[in-house]
Antibody
Framework: QVQLVQSGAEVKKPGASVKVSCKAS????????IHWVRQAPGQGLEWMGK????????NYAQKFQGRVTVTRDTSTTTVYIDLNSLRSEDTAVYYC??????????WGQGTLVTVSS | DIQMTQSPSSLSASVGDRVTITCRAS??????LAWYQQKPGKVPKLLIY???TLQSGVPSRFSGSGFGTDFTLTIGSLQPEDVATYYC?????????FGQGTKVEIK
């Protein structure tokens, strides 16, 4: 069965960086995009970006350009999101999700990133 | 960027009621529109993609319609387990923006 398993919760100080992983299994890794979506406490969903695991090409939301990097390791079927220059507003649950036709059919369990001094 | 606007932001309805949520795109997006359900404390779940295609395993009381800029999610007969927040998302191009969400409660 399709599974996306994310790394554990993180606590970071303002200005630091965080790297969250998403290990995919149960399907052919290179055939489906992986997207990253975040949700601040009590707020809605916010699309951050995506990667094509086949060639590694990426697209990011303009809001995160320059601060976010999404990469993949095909040998371990794992996708990573790296967010730097963290601020309190980046406190959120970060989800990875598999791309179906662009929609997201399977989601990871979420990773809480807390930014606090 | 294309903006996605949902209405209403919240609603309260009785069990068995027909519930309709709308989503409007600021520019045409063909049928590149998905709907998600998120129950409190849970991961979002894909309900509908391509505006009207029901994801496998989703109850048939959920349906979607629309094309271009105006879209609708309908719950044919509201059930207690449908209490959740519903989001639309456009995915014709990046950024794949979500609507702000519609919270559905039981009256």
């Amino acid at each position: 069965q399709v599974q996306l398993v994310q790394s554990g919760a993180e606590v970071k100080k303002p200005g630091a960086s965080v790297k969250v992983s998403c290990k995919a299994s149960g399907y052919t890794f290179i055939n489906y995009y992986i997207h990253w979506v975040r949700q601040a406490p009590g707020q809605g969903l916010e699309w951050m970006g995506k990667i094509n695991p086949s060639g590694g090409s990426t697209n990011y939301a303009q809001k995160f350009q320059g601060r976010v990097t999404v990469t993949r390791d095909t040998s371990t079927t794992t996708v990573y999101i790296d967010l730097n220059s963290l601020r309190s507003e980046d406190t959120a649950v970060y989800y990875c999700a598999r791309g179906l036709d662009g929609s997201h059919d399977f989601w990871g369990q979420g990773t809480l990133v807390t930014v606090s001094s | 960027d294309i903006q996605m606007t949902q209405s209403p932001s919240s609603l309260s309805a009785s069990v068995g009621d027909r519930v309709t949520i709308t989503c409007r795109a600021s520019q045409g997006i063909s049928d590149y529109l998905a709907w998600y359900q998120q129950k409190p404390g849970k991961v979002p779940k894909l309900l509908i993609y391509a505006a009207s295609t029901l994801q496998s395993g989703v109850p048939s009381r959920f349906s979607g319609s629309g094309f271009g800029t105006d879209f609708t999610l309908t719950i044919g007969s509201l059930q207690p387990e449908d209490v959740a927040t519903y989001y639309c998302q456009k995915y014709n191009s990046a950024p794949q923006t979500f609507g702000q969400g519609t919270k559905v409660e039981i009256k």
